[in-house]
Structure formats: structure tokens, C-alpha cells
């Protein structure tokens, strides 16, 4: 076993102050040619529309431009800076061969308003990545539109509705275990669903007699994430779809989790209606700040007639794009979804091939595992037996050291780790939850969990290292509570009012 | 930990000081300790006039680690709310049982104040989850 680093930065961190600071008058990044057109007259613009003075622009060259982002860069920690175990998120590594498809020039430079006849390779993509998912999630069709795992949500939801609609019934309640994700009740709410909150059993899993109790002919569907957020399989997924399908409800499952899954088990093959895909989190695309994302949402047979429109459908003569579907919950999104995105998935998909898939759910559950087993020793574990693909450890054992889930986050920075996911899911009291991600190695493993045994023993000699972690980042501790009570939205130069 | 006597409490940690008709509440000390909330960023409160039923969710609390929801501890009418939680949520962690008040019901029927926890139930119920 390998021992972990005690030092892991001695590098140079440059102090980089705001780029206003460095703006010297008159210093410019660019030459603009002389004007040589008339100037607009004064009142070419009515008053209300032009500004009362110059914007506030750091005047700086383009060498300090260059350094400055990319001396803030150096600030980031990324996927490709080292383990990022955030629970819930699957961080792991994007094959880079998924790049060199998307600088193609045969995709990089279509555009979407080409006719069909030019755009035949694009469409085949489209469809042959829908039968992919298709056949990972056992469903009848999938809908590559939605542009993030929330709006892919919101279009099962939609779907849901229209369903109902469709029968002429108005079930207005979505019943939610309080191990799903947060985002779940967010989309029913958004839909005019009521949210109904059932409770997890003291095994970490929904029991069929509490899905019984809450069901009635109000209920739209039930949403469960299987794995939950426990990273435990909700083993009676199949008698509760049964039991909801029996009573007219539909069922939505939470993808998200599916790193734990893809290739095992198939969720359409035990009833569930709906599910979207995080192309981010189990297919290799980038999680960008905030986006282009993809979260294509795959149907069992009775919600296809309600797919927003367009879908990609094959014929004798070629790939055609339908919008002539009269039940269609309609339009999610511009053009086809975030065609890029999808691309790098279809590049995983293809590149690993069905036992691939199948491959990194098997070890993405081992390292799981691996990381439970011996993490045991030194932190409690609310549901200590086998987990999937997380697994979520808690402070329990540091109450008496006055160190919190948040300082052992902090100061497992100082030991080059990102943290885990913290106080999620709620139900479990200061929840520290750990996705290793199949993508580390056997060394990086063992790394992190004596960084965090480590920390852990800290904790009962020196708490105040943890408190006031981290040390070795070019920003330490920031009080998180006054950022947020008070936020500063926007710089200011020292002695300027906002203006 | 300790709670005031002279208040009731709910089982979802609000408190409820009664007064001629008129009840405060709020919620905990214990709510609003490191270990739970920890630190108060933002309250969501109701409208004055709203009615609610009992343990009906009546506004949310966002802390640094999450947000959570309060509850309506008995069925009745929004008669006030604390602005100055507005600007000042810290008012909540700081003190939780006078300048953190949350707002002022008038309760349906009064006779429902009897069911609420007294300190000494809702000391047992602390200890349970802690």
C-alpha cells in the first residue's frame, strides 16, 4: 500500500489581485484603426438608451489579460488536477479521444440551419446515440433535447402531465422518498405537481408499505433515484413500480445514479416510464461551469406520443427530423439539443462498446466499496453494508472534537483532494458523500483515504488545524455565512460608490 | 441543551410563545446550532393574512448547508412577520428566542396551544435526535 504524500504543492501561486487593479490610463490589449466614418450625432440614440458615463474597463495589455485568467485558472481545482470524489456528481475522467471527434471539421462546422440532405451524418448520430440509450435504460425512445439532467426531469414531468391530460385526469401529487435528489420536488413544483415527501426505512431504502399508505387516485407518479442518495439500490423498485402502475400513477427514476448501474440493470425492464440521462456524470462529457450540458430523457411505450418534438426518425430514404407529432409536449430547446455534447457521448458509447459500459459500473461499485471498507476504521458509516457507486460517511465520531463535516472538507484541500458532496443527502445528520469514480487508480484511492484518516486523527489532536483549513490555498477559509447574507455583486474600486 | 419553559414547541423545532390570542414563533436554539442549521443566510416568510393548516409548510430557512422548511405549528392566520429578518437572518443563530422571531399567527382554536410540546417533552425529543 502506498503511502500518501505529506506535501503535495511546493509551487509557485501568484497573489493575483482584481484585473482593475492593474489597469494603468490610456494602457490598451488592442489597436482599433482610426475612425474614419462620421461620429453619430449626440441625439442618435434617445437619452434613456445611452450611458452618462464610461464603463469602469481595466485598461491593461493583452500579455496581463493572458495572465491574469490564466493565473485565476491556477486557483481551479479540476477532474484533471486530481481526485474530485463529490458525491452525487461523478466526476471522472473525460476520455480525450471524445476531443478529437468534436474538432472535426465535418461536425465542428455544421450548422444547424443546413437542409436535412447535408446534415444525414449529424442525424444518424443523433439516432444511433437514441438507440444507445435506449438499450442502456430499456426504454422505447429517447429524447436527446433536454440540455441538463434538471430540464431532462422537467420534460418527464411534462410528459407525465400530458399523459394525464390525455386520459382527462387531473392527479395533481407526486410522491418523492427523502432520499431523492434535491431537484426532483424542484421539477414537480414547476410543473403544478404537489410534491408528497415519503420517508426512507431505517435500511436506507423505500419500503413498498410506505409507497401503499400515500397512494391514492391523486397521484401523478412517483419520482425515485436509484441508487438513492445513500448510494444504496432501492431493491424494491420493482413491486413499488407495479404497485403505482396498478393505481394509474406513472413512474419517473432519477438518473443521475446510473454510473452505479449502466449495463446491470436496466430500469425500463422493471416499469419505470421515464428517466433522464446525465450524459455529464455517466457518459463522459464535461461538467462545464453551468453548461452546454445534456440530459436526454428516454420513455416507456405510453409516453412516446407526448416527446418534445423534433425527433430524429429513420426511413428508406434517410434520417428526417419529425415535428408533426400532435401530442407533443412541443419545443425544449433550440435546433437538436447541445449536438456537442451528444457527440462526446456517442464517442464513450462507441469507444467502450456494451461490456465497456457494463466494465465501468462494475468498477465504478468496486472503488465504492473499497473506499467504505477501509474508511470504516476511522469514520461511522450510517449504512455500513455494500453501497453502489457512493458511499456516505458522517461527523458522528468528531462530535467531541468540536470538528464539524464542513473543516474535514476544508482541510482535506490542504492534501490536494477536492471534497466530497457535504451535509447531502439531509438525511443523514453532517453527510460527507464520496464518488470515487471508476477513472482512479488503485494509488490515488489509498491516497485519499489516508488523507482523510489522516485528517480524522487531526481532529482529535489538533482541531483548530481543521477549523481554520485550508492553509495552503491562495485563499484560506472564507466566512461562507456573511458572503451569502451580504454578497458584493459587483467590484468596486476603493472609495467608489456603486453607481 | 435547554429550552425556555415558558414556550411550547413543535416536533419540526419551532417554538410558540402565547399570549391572548396571539402567538410568536420561531424556531429553536437547537434549529439553529452549528450542528444543525449552523448559520442562517435567508428566511422566506408568508404573507400577513395568509391562513395555514397545521403543519403545513409556511416559509423556508436557507443556511450555509441547506434549506429547510417551517411549519405552521397549529391551524391559523398570518397577523405579523419580523422584517428586520430581511436584512439581519443572523438575527435567528444570535437570538433565536427574541429578535429572531419568525412571525405572529392567531390560531383557529386556541385550545390547540394545549397540544404542543412543553419544554421538558421537547427537551426528550431533542435528546432523541441528537
Not at chain 1, 438 to 463: C, G, N, Y
Given at each position: 500500500?502506498?503511502?500518501?504524500?505529506?506535501?503535495?504543492?511546493?509551487?509557485?501561486?501568484?497573489?493575483?489581485?482584481?484585473?482593475?487593479?492593474?489597469?494603468?490610463?490610456?494602457?490598451?490589449?488592442?489597436?482599433?484603426?482610426?475612425?474614419?466614418?462620421?461620429?453619430?450625432?449626440?441625439?442618435?440614440?434617445?437619452?434613456?438608451?445611452?450611458?452618462?458615463?464610461?464603463?469602469?474597463?481595466?485598461?491593461?495589455?493583452?500579455?496581463?489579460?493572458?495572465?491574469?485568467?490564466?493565473?485565476?485558472?491556477?486557483?481551479?481545482?479540476?477532474?484533471?488536477?486530481?481526485?474530485?470524489?463529490?458525491?452525487?456528481?461523478t466526476?471522472?475522467?473525460?476520455?480525450?479521444?471524445?476531443?478529437?471527434?468534436?474538432?472535426?471539421?465535418?461536425?465542428?462546422?455544421?450548422?444547424?440551419?443546413?437542409?436535412?440532405?447535408?446534415?444525414?451524418?449529424?442525424?444518424?448520430?443523433?439516432?444511433?446515440?437514441?438507440?444507445?440509450l435506449?438499450?442502456v435504460g430499456?426504454f422505447?425512445?429517447v429524447?436527446?433535447?433536454?440540455?441538463?439532467g434538471?430540464?431532462g426531469e422537467?420534460?418527464g414531468?411534462?410528459?407525465?402531465?400530458?399523459?394525464?391530460?390525455?386520459?382527462?385526469?387531473?392527479?395533481?401529487?407526486?410522491?418523492?422518498?427523502?432520499?431523492?435528489h434535491?431537484?426532483?420536488?424542484?421539477?414537480?413544483?414547476?410543473?403544478?405537481?404537489?410534491?408528497?415527501?415519503?420517508?426512507?426505512?431505517?435500511?436506507?431504502?423505500?419500503?413498498?408499505?410506505?409507497?401503499?399508505?400515500?397512494?391514492?387516485?391523486?397521484?401523478?407518479?412517483?419520482m425515485i433515484t436509484n441508487p438513492?442518495?445513500?448510494?444504496?439500490?432501492?431493491?424494491?423498485?420493482?413491486?413499488?413500480?407495479?404497485?403505482?402502475?396498478?393505481?394509474?400513477?406513472?413512474?419517473y427514476m432519477d438518473g443521475a445514479n446510473l454510473n452505479a448501474i449502466m449495463?446491470?440493470f436496466r430500469p425500463g425492464?422493471?416499469?419505470v416510464?421515464a428517466m433522464h440521462y446525465n450524459l455529464?456524470k455517466t457518459f463522459?462529457?464535461?461538467?462545464?461551469?453551468?453548461?452546454?450540458?445534456?440530459g436526454p430523457v428516454g420513455?416507456?411505450?405510453?409516453?412516446?406520443?407526448?416527446?418534445?418534438?423534433?425527433?430524429?426518425?429513420?426511413?428508406?430514404?434517410?434520417?428526417?427530423?419529425?415535428?408533426?407529432?400532435?401530442?407533443?409536449?412541443?419545443?425544449?430547446?433550440?435546433?437538436?439539443?447541445?449536438?456537442?455534447?451528444?457527440?462526446?457521448?456517442?464517442?464513450?458509447?462507441?469507444?467502450?462498446?456494451?461490456?465497456?459500459?457494463?466494465?465501468?459500473?462494475?468498477?465504478?461499485?468496486?472503488?465504492?466499496?473499497?473506499?467504505?471498507?477501509?474508511?470504516?476504521?476511522?469514520?461511522?458509516?450510517?449504512?455500513?453494508?455494500?453501497?453502489?457507486?457512493?458511499?456516505?460517511?458522517?461527523?458522528?465520531?468528531?462530535?467531541?472534537?468540536?470538528?464539524?463535516?464542513?473543516?474535514?472538507?476544508?482541510?482535506?484541500?490542504?492534501?490536494?483532494?477536492?471534497?466530497?458532496?457535504?451535509?447531502?443527502?439531509?438525511?443523514?445528520?453532517?453527510?460527507?458523500?464520496?464518488?470515487?469514480?471508476?477513472?482512479?487508480?488503485?494509488?490515488?484511492?489509498?491516497?485519499?483515504?489516508?488523507?482523510?484518516?489522516?485528517?480524522?486523527?487531526?481532529?482529535?489532536?489538533?482541531?483548530?488545524?481543521?477549523?481554520?483549513?485550508?492553509?495552503?490555498?491562495?485563499?484560506?477559509?472564507?466566512?461562507?455565512?456573511?458572503?451569502?447574507?451580504?454578497?458584493?455583486?459587483?467590484?468596486?474600486?476603493?472609495?467608489?460608490?456603486?453607481? | 441543551?435547554?429550552?425556555?419553559?415558558?414556550?411550547?414547541?413543535?416536533?419540526?423545532?419551532?417554538?410558540?410563545?402565547?399570549?391572548?390570542?396571539?402567538?410568536?414563533?420561531?424556531?429553536?436554539?437547537?434549529?439553529?446550532?452549528?450542528?444543525?442549521?449552523?448559520?442562517?443566510?435567508?428566511?422566506?416568510?408568508?404573507?400577513?393574512?395568509?391562513?395555514?393548516?397545521?403543519?403545513?409548510?409556511?416559509?423556508?430557512?436557507?443556511?450555509?448547508?441547506?434549506?429547510?422548511?417551517?411549519?405552521?405549528?397549529?391551524?391559523?392566520?398570518?397577523?405579523?412577520?419580523?422584517?428586520?429578518?430581511?436584512?439581519?437572518?443572523?438575527?435567528?443563530?444570535?437570538?433565536?428566542?427574541?429578535?429572531?422571531?419568525?412571525?405572529?399567527?392567531?390560531?383557529?382554536?386556541?385550545?390547540?396551544?394545549?397540544?404542543?410540546?412543553?419544554?421538558?417533552?421537547?427537551?426528550?425529543?431533542?435528546?432523541?435526535?441528537?
Amino acid at each position: 500500500m502506498s503511502k500518501a504524500p505529506t506535501k503535495v504543492t511546493q509551487g509557485l501561486l501568484h497573489c493575483e489581485r482584481p484585473i482593475f487593479a492593474a489597469s494603468v490610463p490610456g494602457r490598451s490589449g488592442a489597436s482599433l484603426p482610426t475612425l474614419d466614418v462620421p461620429e453619430p450625432a449626440a441625439d442618435a440614440w434617445p437619452a434613456a438608451l445611452r450611458r452618462a458615463s464610461t464603463p469602469h474597463l481595466p485598461e491593461v495589455s493583452e500579455p496581463q489579460v493572458v495572465r491574469h485568467y490564466t493565473r485565476l485558472s491556477q486557483w481551479n481545482f479540476s477532474i484533471d488536477t486530481g481526485m474530485y470524489p463529490l458525491g452525487s456528481c461523478t466526476m471522472k475522467h473525460n476520455p480525450r479521444v471524445a476531443d478529437v471527434a468534436v474538432g472535426m471539421g465535418e461536425f465542428a462546422r455544421l450548422h444547424p440551419y443546413q437542409p436535412e440532405s447535408q446534415l444525414q451524418g449529424a442525424l444518424q448520430l443523433l439516432w444511433e446515440l437514441e438507440q444507445m440509450l435506449a438499450a442502456v435504460g430499456g426504454f422505447s425512445r429517447v429524447s436527446l433535447q433536454p440540455a441538463a439532467g434538471a430540464h431532462g426531469e422537467l420534460a418527464g414531468l411534462m410528459m407525465i402531465r400530458a399523459y394525464h391530460t390525455d386520459r382527462g385526469q387531473t392527479r395533481r401529487r407526486v410522491l418523492i422518498p427523502d432520499s431523492a435528489h434535491g431537484t426532483n420536488p424542484a421539477s414537480c413544483t414547476l410543473n403544478g405537481f404537489e410534491a408528497v415527501q415519503l420517508e426512507t426505512s431505517a435500511d436506507g431504502t423505500l419500503s413498498p408499505d410506505t409507497v401503499r399508505a400515500a397512494l391514492d387516485d391523486e397521484v401523478a407518479a412517483i419520482m425515485i433515484t436509484n441508487p438513492n442518495t445513500l448510494g444504496i439500490f432501492e431493491k424494491h423498485v420493482a413491486e413499488i413500480a407495479e404497485m403505482v402502475r396498478g393505481a394509474g400513477g406513472l413512474i419517473y427514476m432519477d438518473g443521475a445514479n446510473l454510473n452505479a448501474i449502466m449495463g446491470r440493470f436496466r430500469p425500463g425492464d422493471v416499469g419505470v416510464d421515464a428517466m433522464h440521462y446525465n450524459l455529464h456524470k455517466t457518459f463522459g462529457t464535461p461538467h462545464g461551469g453551468g453548461g452546454p450540458g445534456a440530459g436526454p430523457v428516454g420513455v416507456s411505450e405510453r409516453l412516446v406520443p407526448f416527446l418534445p418534438v423534433p425527433t430524429v426518425n429513420r426511413s428508406k430514404e434517410g434520417f428526417t427530423l419529425d415535428y408533426g407529432r400532435p401530442k407533443s409536449v412541443g419545443r425544449l430547446r433550440s435546433f437538436f439539443g447541445n449536438f456537442g455534447v451528444l457527440l462526446r457521448a456517442y464517442v464513450y458509447m462507441r469507444e467502450l462498446g456494451a461490456p465497456g459500459l457494463a466494465r465501468v459500473t462494475d468498477l465504478a461499485v468496486l472503488n465504492a466499496n473499497y473506499v467504505r471498507a477501509r474508511i470504516r476504521d476511522f469514520v461511522h458509516v450510517p449504512h455500513p453494508d455494500m453501497c453502489m457507486h457512493e458511499v456516505v460517511a458522517n461527523d458522528q465520531n468528531l462530535r467531541s472534537t468540536g470538528a464539524t463535516t464542513m473543516d474535514v472538507a476544508k482541510r482535506l484541500i490542504d492534501h490536494g483532494f477536492h471534497p466530497p458532496t457535504v451535509y447531502f443527502p439531509l438525511v443523514v445528520h453532517g453527510a460527507m458523500m464520496i464518488e470515487p469514480t471508476e477513472t482512479e487508480t488503485p494509488d490515488e484511492l489509498d491516497a485519499f483515504i489516508e488523507a482523510l484518516r489522516s485528517v480524522v486523527e487531526e481532529a482529535h489532536k489538533q482541531p483548530e488545524q481543521l477549523k481554520s483549513a485550508p492553509h495552503v490555498t491562495g485563499i484560506g477559509r472564507l466566512d461562507e455565512a456573511r458572503a451569502a447574507r451580504k454578497p458584493h455583486l459587483r467590484y468596486q474600486p476603493a472609495g467608489e460608490d456603486e453607481s | 441543551m435547554e429550552f425556555p419553559k415558558d414556550l411550547r414547541y413543535s416536533k419540526t423545532h419551532e417554538w410558540i410563545r402565547y399570549t391572548e390570542g396571539k402567538a410568536r414563533i420561531g424556531i429553536s436554539a437547537f434549529a439553529v446550532s452549528a450542528e444543525q442549521l449552523g448559520d442562517i443566510t435567508l428566511v422566506e416568510l408568508p404573507e400577513v393574512g395568509q391562513s395555514f393548516a397545521a403543519n403545513e409548510p409556511f416559509g423556508n430557512i436557507e443556511s450555509v448547508k441547506s434549506v429547510s422548511e417551517i411549519y405552521a405549528p397549529f391551524a391559523g392566520k398570518v397577523v405579523a412577520i419580523n422584517a428586520e429578518l430581511d436584512d439581519s437572518p443572523e438575527l435567528l443563530n444570535e437570538s433565536p428566542y427574541e429578535g429572531g422571531w419568525l412571525l405572529e399567527m392567531e390560531p383557529d382554536d386556541a385550545a390547540d396551544m394545549e397540544n404542543l410540546l412543553d419544554a421538558a417533552a421537547y427537551t426528550a425529543l431533542v435528546a432523541s435526535e441528537a
